[in-house]
């Protein structure tokens, strides 16, 4: 592929040359942005190979419990510490007295990603200090 | 508004080089913002496939360089001035992801560096061609002075490409392409390519305005259809399979579905391709 002045001859005024060359800022910009992608590259090829297969593992905490006017709400965090994205995550809380549920409650996260950290919230009517909290993960879907 | 200085030379920011990458930058967001807002793409980010979006990245730099040579931000003398200026509109239109994303609070404490290196890679990706084509959108000089040789047959084939990536990545993503997949009928998607080849073949050769290539009278019409219609659009296809299937829109679908997903997208990647010439 030939490049021909095209331009610089007639038209082009001298102070205003139609080929420019490369300043060194722009090669240090250049060379930054260079890094840049070969290192987004080299990352997500690292991932792949290291974490491929890996499914979710989910853990989840509680953080708070705060009254609110709709009711007891359990704030909770969830963790992936697997290596692939979770969606649809179902995650369900309960609340036992002695060994019979007396209260339960659901709520599903849209998306937890690998190595990522989501937060929500269950509500319920009774107290849980009183009560035996447990939170569990019923499911999820692949995205 | 004085002409700068040719004769500058060091590390001392050049009045010209700066101006280009604020308009880097406005071309950036400008062509990444429809993205940026789309719930879709941060998904993406974190759920694809980490060797697709590493081989869209990787694929992104030799496109970006053969539109330099086509556009770009300026006029440029050599392949490693086109090198150059790819690997300066990465950096700009990863610098506009981030800042934005940032803001939107897409980007957040408790997340893992491979969500967030995901999301900020695949913005930058249609950040980079918006930036890449600022100059030719925005303004740079005036048009006479900074027009270049007439594309070559394989040149005019990759500005097609390229258009029809320009259009179709906004789509891509969406869950629509599939939808409207599934709810076309076998003679819908049929006719559907159909109207995007035939829109394809109007929009530039037939119509014949600014920027569209002037049929010359002695090539019979048949002979620039086969050529440049119809290779034209069997680009578009590939490129829209391209791209659904690095989002991993394919994935599990039957063939069929694959097909009309394919001529879905690549209804607006015709229009692209079509106006490529005018667009880019």
Known sequence: MSRSDAGASEGATPSQPALESTSPLEWVIAAIGGLLVVGAIAYMVVFAVAELERPPAVTLSVTSVTTTPGGYMVSFRAANAGGATAAALQVSGELRKGGAVVETSAVTIDYLPQQSEREGGLVFTRDPEDLTLSLRVEGYSEP | MSPQSASEVGLRPDPAFLRGLGRAFAGALIFALP??????????????DPLRLALLLALTVPTLVGLSRFGGLRPTARLRD???????????????????????????PGMSAREIIGKIVLQTV??????????????????????????????????????????????????????????????????????????????????????????????????????????????VLGVSLFSLWVFGRTDGDSLKEIISASIVLGFPGAIGAASARLLL
């Open chain 2, 35 to 48: 993205m940026l807002m789309t719930m879709e793409m941060w998904q993406l980010g974190f759920y694809m």
């Open chain 2, 82 to 108: 086109d090198v150059a200026d790819a690997l300066v509109v990465l950096l700009v239109a990863a610098l506009a992801a981030t800042v934005t994303l940032y803001i939107f609070g897409i980007l957040a």
């Open chain 2, 126 to 235: 249609p950040g980079s061609f918006g930036a890449m084509l600022a100059r030719s959108q925005l303004g740079g000089e005036p048009e006479g002075e900074r027009e270049k040789d007439p594309p070559t047959y394989w040149g005019e084939l990759f500005l097609m490409g390229a258009g029809a990536l320009f259009l179709s990545f906004n789509m891509a993503p969406t869950e629509e392409m599939v939808l409207i997949a599934y709810k076309m009928s076998a003679w819908q998607s049929v006719s559907l390519a159909l109207v995007s080849l035939g829109l394809m073949h109007a929009f530039v050769y037939a119509l014949n305005f600014k920027g569209g290539s002037a049929r010359p009278d002695h090539i019979p019409a048949w002979s620039l259809f086969a050529r440049f219609s119809l290779v034209g659009y069997a680009i």
